[in-house]
């Protein structure tokens, strides 16, 4: 099946822009916690986990399947490389599935970033100004692949926890007022799903992580599907091979243009 690209280097980048309409549900959430015993132990216990997982993830080589849907009948298959060194470094490389060609490439280091979509012809760098571009590659990294720790949140809430099923939830609002609803299992503590709402309490983004893997105590998923209900697009990514703290990521990959 022939799938145009033409159209999705502004779209991919900029279909994270929702994730800026601010969240209003911290009130109710409050009640919700009230009512948990020990709520506020239970809930330093899962920051811990996985605050001290994030932490020691400090870098990652991976070799992945990627799938972009877009309204259905635009599906877009290949295969790529992603490679991150905390807290801001980040190389992507996607290649067409079976002909080997580039479909894009992107690399962020700081606030500096370029992305390179070689079979639209469309080149973006933070050393311009374009219209649609919403969001940076590191911002859309963040939401696929940074391992998260919720240092920086305003306000954290344990909204959910059942230890017989090891479930919980934490409602999670950020400094510019944006709402997250994150959806954990454990212990030790993974995030199993993770929600932005807009200020109407709707799903923007929905990101679902699993198949975790496990290497010197560190978890990382080798499932991560990204849905954007308003968009009627999702991304998938699949890891089929990674190296965790990876001393060998060239540091050249992260030189922009």
Not at 13 to 37: D, F, N
Request: proline residues 4%.
């Amino acid at each position: 099946m022939h799938v145009s690209v033409r159209h999705s280097a502004k779209y991919w980048i900029s279909v994270l822009g929702a994730i800026c309409l601010a969240g209003c549900a911290t009130h109710r959430a409050a009640q919700l916690e009230h009512k948990i015993p020990d709520a506020d132990a239970k809930k330093q216990a899962i920051l811990a986990d996985i605050q001290t997982n994030a932490a020691q993830l400090q870098s990652m080589a991976a070799l992945a399947n990627f799938t972009f849907v877009q309204r259905k009948d635009d599906t877009r298959s290949f295969q790529g490389s992603v490679m991150f060194k905390q807290p801001d470094k980040l190389y992507v490389r996607g290649n067409h599935y079976p002909s080997g060609a580039k479909i894009f490439e992107m690399a962020s280091n700081g606030s500096q970033w370029y992305a390179d979509f070689a079979m639209d012809n469309q080149f973006y760098s933070s050393r311009q100004e374009h219209a649609g571009l919403a969001v940076t590659p590191l911002d859309i990294a963040r939401e696929l692949f940074f391992p998260d720790d919720w240092k920086d949140a305003a306000q954290i809430i344990l909204t959910k926890y059942d230890t017989n099923t090891g479930q919980a939830e934490l409602l999670i609002r950020a400094k510019k007022s944006l709402v997250r609803k994150v959806a954990l299992a454990g212990p030790p503590w993974t995030v199993v799903e993770s929600v932005m709402l807009d200020h109407l309490g709707r799903e923007v983004v929905k990101t679902s992580r699993g198949a975790y893997h496990e290497e010197n105590g560190i978890r990382f998923p080798f499932d991560i599907r990204a849905e954007f209900p308003t968009e009627n697009a999702s991304v998938t990514c699949i890891i089929r091979k990674a190296k965790f703290n990876s001393t060998d990521i060239p540091e050249d990959l992260f030189i922009t243009r």
